[in-house]
C-alpha cells in the first residue's frame, strides 16, 4: 500500500518537474546509477519529515489554541484581577414549637421539617430578591463598592465593553445563600473587597432579613387576631342587645321570673283540685245519707262554688286571649333567655378561640436565629475567573480571527472586499 503511494507520489513529482522545466526533469547519470531503491529511500525521508512538520505545526496550533488563552488568563488572574474577602454566616428561621433539639442528624432537627424548610427558601428568595439589592444599595453603597478603580476591569461593576452592566446579576454575584434541607438552616455567603466590608454588608443583609422574618410574621398574627376580634366583638354586641330584649320582656310583663310564677299557679290549681274534690266527697256524702236539709249542704255547696272560681281565675291567668296571660309572658320570657344562651355560648366560643389563637400564635411564630454570626476570611483570591475567561477568550478569538484572514489576504487566497466584509468591525 505505501509502495503504490510513493509511485504515485513520485508519478506526479515527474510530471510537475517536467512541466516546469524539461530539460531538469530529465534524468541525471547520479539518478540513473542511484536506482529505483535509492528515491523510494529519499521519498520514505520526504513523507517522514513532512509528518514532522506537520506534528510540530499541530503542536504549535495546540498550543496557540489552548496554552496562550489558558496563560492569558492566569496572567491577568495573578497580575491584575482584583482579589475578594468573602464573609460567611449561619442562620435559621424557627417557631417556638420546634425550637428545642431533638435526636437527629442535626443540631435543630425540626418536628414540622416541610414548614421548616419552606421558611428557608423564603427567607433566601427574599435575600436573592431585587427589594434587597435596593434596600443594600440605598444604605450601605453596596454596587458603588465594586464600581471604583479599585476593581480590576473585567470584574468591575459597569467595567468597559458593557461588561457586569445588570446590577441585580451583579448583586447575585456577590451575594449568595445555601439552604441545608436536612440541618434546616442557611449558609450567607458576601464577597467584598475587604474583610470590614463584607462584614458590613453581610450584617445589613442579616438585619433586613430579620426584620422581614418579623414583619411577615407580626403581619399573618396580626390578620388573624383581628378577625377572630372582630367576632367576638360581634358576639359581645349580641350578647348586650339579646339582655336588652330579656331585660325589656320582664319589665313589660311585670315578672322577673315568669316560669317560677307559672310553675306555682300550676301548684296552686292542683292544690285548689285537691280541695275541690274534698268539698265535693262531702256534698255527696251528705246528699247520699239524705240530709239534704243539712246545715252543712248550703257551706258545702259555696265552698265548691268558690273553689271552682278559684280555679277557672288561675287558668284564666294561664291562658287569657287578651294577651296577659302567663303562657304568652312564659313565651316571650323564653324566646328571649334563649337568645342570651345562645349569645352567650357564641361570645364564649369565640372567646376561646380567640385565646386558643394566641396560644397558636405564640407556638407558630417565626424567629430569626443567628447561630454562626458573620465573618470574613483574612485571605483574599480572584472569585470570579469564569467572568474573566470570558472576555480574554472572546478577545483572543478576535485576535486570532483576525491574524487569518490578514494571513490570508497576503497570500491571495482572499481579495480586499472580502476581509473587509469578514472582519468583526
Known amino acids: 500500500m505505501n509502495e503504490d503511494r510513493i509511485r504515485n507520489w513520485q508519478e506526479r513529482r515527474k510530471f510537475a518537474a517536467e512541466a516546469a522545466d524539461p530539460v531538469d526533469a530529465a534524468p541525471s547519470a547520479d539518478d540513473k ?16 519529515e513532512r509528518r514532522r512538520l506537520r506534528w510540530r505545526s499541530n503542536l504549535r496550533l495546540l498550543a496557540l489554541l489552548v496554552l496562550a488563552p489558558i496563560g492569558a488568563i492566569m496572567l491577568y488572574v495573578g497580575l491584575v484581577a482584583t482579589p475578594l474577602h468573602e464573609g460567611e454566616a449561619v442562620f435559621t428561621v424557627q417557631t417556638s414549637s420546634n425550637s428545642g433539639a431533638a435526636a437527629g442528624p442535626g443540631l435543630f432537627t425540626v418536628t414540622s421539617a416541610n414548614s421548616s424548610i419552606a421558611d428557608a427558601f423564603k427567607v433566601r428568595a427574599f435575600i436573592l430578591s431585587r427589594p434587597m439589592l435596593d434596600h443594600m444599595e440605598k444604605r450601605h453603597g453596596f454596587l458603588d463598592h465594586f464600581a471604583g478603580p479599585e476593581m480590576d476591569m473585567l470584574t468591575r461593576y459597569r467595567g468597559p465593553f458593557g461588561l457586569n452592566r445588570d446590577p441585580f446579576k451583579y448583586y447575585l454575584k456577590r451575594v449568595s445563600v445555601m439552604v441545608d434541607v436536612q440541618e434546616g438552616i442557611l449558609r450567607l455567603r458576601v464577597e467584598a473587597r475587604t474583610p ?14 430579620e426584620r422581614h422574618v418579623n414583619a411577615a410574621s407580626d403581619k399573618i398574627g396580626a390578620d388573624q387576631v383581628e378577625a377572630l376580634t372582630r367576632d367576638v366583638q360581634d358576639a359581645e354586641r349580641q350578647v348586650a342587645s339579646s339582655r336588652q330584649s330579656f331585660a325589656a320582656v320582664q319589665a313589660r310583663r311585670g315578672d322577673i321570673a315568669p316560669e317560677q310564677t307559672v310553675a306555682a299557679v300550676y301548684q296552686l290549681i292542683s292544690s285548689l283540685n285537691l280541695q275541690l274534690s274534698e268539698a265535693r266527697r262531702q256534698r255527696d256524702a251528705l246528699r247520699a245519707e239524705g240530709l239534704v236539709d243539712s246545715p252543712l249542704l248550703p257551706g258545702l255547696e259555696q265552698r265548691v262554688r268558690d273553689i271552682q272560681a278559684q280555679i277557672v281565675e288561675q287558668r284564666g291567668r294561664l291562658a287569657n286571649p287578651s294577651g296577659g296571660s302567663l303562657s304568652r309572658t312564659l313565651s316571650d320570657f323564653e324566646g328571649a333567655s334563649s337568645r342570651k344562651e345562645i349569645a352567650q355560648a357564641r361570645w364564649q366560643s369565640t372567646l376561646n378561640t380567640l385565646q386558643q389563637a394566641y396560644l397558636d400564635l405564640i407556638q407558630q411564630r417565626r424567629y430569626f436565629v443567628l447561630i454562626v454570626g458573620m465573618s470574613a476570611d483574612t485571605f483574599a483570591r480572584v472569585r470570579d475567573v469564569p467572568s474573566i475567561a470570558g472576555p480574554i477568550l472572546l478577545f483572543l478569538a478576535i485576535i486570532a480571527l483576525v491574524t487569518l484572514l490578514v494571513r490570508r489576504y497576503r497570500t491571495g487566497e482572499i481579495s480586499a472586499g472580502a476581509l473587509r466584509e469578514r472582519l468583526p468591525w
Open 33 to 48: 546509477e542511484s536506482g529505483p531503491e535509492s528515491r523510494l529511500d529519499q521519498a520514505r525521508r520526504e513523507i517522514v
Open 196 to 209: 470590614q466590608d463584607a462584614i458590613r454588608f453581610g450584617n445589613g443583609i442579616l438585619a433586613a432579613a
